[in-house]
């Protein structure tokens, strides 16, 4: 199975600052990687796909970036909405692993 | 609005059934193909199995296999997760999500998750 990391595990903003959050994956996966926002108890939303791909209604202040085995999902500035639990994806091959999430919490 | 709304959590014992179940509401459920997706108690999220449309192709994990079942009632714009034999490790939230249907898919909604908690 590929092994998706993400760092930081935690990170603490402002609204206002410009976040960067940072996936890598076991083996390359191309550009197959997912990004998600989750709230406690919450449906997961999808954010971006195919590593860069804006999905349907997400504001342009999130960006993904990356390929091969290291990507970036980057919120220009963060909205009081943005605080969140944000995971990565790979959809490259079975089974489609996720990274262990990152909560993104106000300072 | 695409909507899935999920049920049958609860509290069960060690080695014990339990049933959940997605109701799809807003999009041609038949023509998606599903997963189930759980996340522990402070882990992350972890992919369970996956049904294709008309329940022809099914896959799970190792961690699950054997134990599970994935169903899908396409009349009903249902999905169903059988779970038997249920360990303390089963304990989770579980989510049902749409498959984008794209080569290489991503999940492109998901439903907020039953609880199972798996306790003696």
């Known amino acids: 199975d590929i092994q998706m990391t993400q760092s930081p595990s935690s990170l603490s903003a402002s609204v206002g600052d410009r976040v960067t959050i940072t996936c890598r994956a076991s083996?390359?996966?191309?550009?197959?990687l997912n990004w998600y926002q989750q709230k406690p108890g919450k449906a997961p939303k999808l954010l971006i796909y195919g590593a860069s791909t804006l999905h349907s209604g997400v504001p342009s202040r999130f960006s993904g970036s990356g390929s091969g085995t290291d990507f970036t999902l980057t919120i220009s500035s963060l909205q009081p909405e943005d605080f969140a639990t944000y995971s990565c994806?790979?959809?490259?091959?079975?089974?489609?692993?996720f990274g262990q999430g990152t909560k993104l919490e106000i300072k | 609005e695409v909507q899935l709304v999920e049920s049958g959590g609860g509290v069960v014992q060690p080695g014990g059934s339990l049933r959940l179940s997605c109701v799809a509401s807003?999009?041609?459920?038949?023509?998606?193909?599903m997963n189930w997706v759980r996340q522990a108690p402070g882990r992350g999220l972890e992919w369970v199995s996956y049904?294709?449309?008309?329940?022809?192709?099914?896959y799970y994990a190792d961690s699950v296999k054997g134990r599970f079942t994935v169903s899908r009632d396409n009349a009903r714009n249902s999905l169903y997760l059988q779970m038997n034999s249920l360990r303390a490790e089963d304990t989770a939230v579980y989510h049902c999500?749409?498959?984008?249907?794209?080569?290489?898919?991503?999940?492109?909604?998901w439903g907020q998750g039953t609880l199972v908690t798996v306790s003696s």
């Open positions: 807003g999009f041609t459920f038949s023509s998606y193909a």
């Open positions: 999500a749409r498959d984008s249907g794209y080569n290489k898919s991503w999940y492109d909604s």
């Open positions: 049904i294709s449309s008309s329940s022809g192709t099914i």
């Open positions: 083996q390359t996966i191309i550009t197959y």
């Open positions: 994806q790979q959809s490259y091959s079975a089974p489609r692993t």
